[in-house]
């Protein structure tokens, strides 16, 4: 779903400390759903999601401004994007 662009430039100020923060926790070699969502956890964003897929840990949670910040972990990457919730009302797809 569509975000107006308010609530994504106030969401995308967390993208930056917040993959620092993946970043650290990928560099550590401490990349796991509990790891990344306490890094979630500490940013203060609600309705966090986080599921491990083919090696990678994927995460999703609701922006303060509304909409979601969401990406992904691996080994050698971490990606944090900001955008519109999915149909489902939530920030990560089901599996």
């Known amino acids: 779903m569509g975000l107006d662009d308010d609530a994504r430039d106030e969401n995308a100020e967390l993208v930056a400390p917040l993959t620092a923060a993946l970043e650290a926790l990928r560099a550590s070699g401490n990349v796991s759903v509990d790891a990344v969502q306490g890094v979630l956890q500490t940013?203060?964003?609600?309705?966090?999601?986080?599921?491990?897929?083919?090696?990678?840990?994927?995460?999703?949670?609701?922006?303060?401004?509304?909409?979601?910040?969401?990406?992904?972990?691996?080994?050698?990457?971490?990606?944090?994007?900001?955008?519109g919730f999915i149909l489902d009302g939530g920030c990560l797809p089901m599996q």
């Open 43 to 83: 940013a203060e964003l609600a309705n966090v999601q986080v599921r491990e897929d083919y090696g990678r840990v994927l995460f999703g949670a609701s922006g303060p401004a509304g909409g979601c910040l969401f990406g992904e972990v691996a080994a050698g990457s971490v990606s944090v994007e900001v955008g």
